[in-house]
């Protein structure tokens, strides 16, 4: 690890803590140059993750693009940094939990659904209309009290 301040690579590692969620293990960190302190925090990776799209062709899972393609559902919602990475970390763990090798497109959709569900019902919403391809008003009000549904039995 390089010292952000003077780029030496003679850091060392003063605490570790998993996070409250366990989702990541933050570290505090000692340059032993300068003596500057920093944080830095360890995500679990999602390792060798093929994605079937749904014309076929396959690709590497890339969490960069899980995350763009939440984050346009999220526009102008009220989040905060930290509830969005436990979001996305929990996303990859329930990928993670099926132990596959290749997934596909329609399942990460699935779980980003169920996930965003209880996250914001707003966001939920506009994913799921470009994600199921809501093709008219009746399709869209069809998921809507579906959703009301899901509201009354929690």
Same mark, same amino acid.
């Given at each position: 690890?390089?010292?952000?301040?003077?780029?030496?690579?003679?850091?060392? #590692?003063? $605490?570790? !803590? #998993?996070?409250?969620?366990?989702?990541?293990?933050?570290?505090?960190?000692?340059?032993?140059?300068? @003596?500057? !302190?920093?944080?830095? @925090? &360890?995500?679990? &990776? #999602?390792?060798? *993750?093929?994605?079937?799209?749904?014309? /076929?062709?396959?690709? =590497?899972?890339?969490?960069?693009?899980?995350?763009?393609?939440?984050?346009?559902?999220? =526009?102008?919602?009220?989040?905060?940094?930290?509830?969005?990475?436990? *979001? %996305?970390?929990?996303?990859?763990?329930? %990928?993670?939990?099926?132990? +596959?090798? &290749?997934?596909?497109?329609?399942?990460? /959709?699935? %779980?980003?659904? !169920?996930?965003?569900? /209880?996250?914001?019902? #707003?966001?939920?919403?506009?994913? =799921?209309?470009?994600? !199921? =391809?809501?093709? $008219?008003?009746?399709?869209?009000?069809? &998921?809507?009290?579906?959703? @009301?549904? +899901?509201? @009354?039995?929690?």
């Amino acid at each position: 690890m390089f010292c952000p301040v003077c780029s030496s690579k003679n850091t060392r #590692v003063v $605490d570790s !803590r #998993v996070t409250s969620e366990g989702l990541s293990i933050r570290r505090r960190r000692e340059c032993e140059k300068c @003596n500057y !302190r920093f944080n830095t @925090n &360890e995500l679990v &990776e #999602v390792p060798d *993750l093929i994605v079937i799209k749904n014309d /076929g062709k396959r690709e =590497a899972y890339s969490r960069d693009k899980l995350q763009k393609g939440i984050l346009r559902s999220l =526009a102008k919602r009220p989040y905060t940094t930290e509830k969005f990475e436990k *979001l %996305i970390s929990r996303i990859e763990r329930d %990928i993670q939990k099926l132990r +596959k090798k &290749e997934i596909t497109s329609e399942k990460i /959709g699935e %779980i980003v659904m !169920r996930r965003l569900l /209880g996250f914001d019902k #707003v966001a939920y919403i506009r994913f =799921a209309s470009i994600y !199921r =391809a809501f093709e $008219d008003v009746s399709t869209f009000q069809t &998921e809507l009290r579906s959703l @009301n549904t +899901k509201k @009354n039995k929690s």
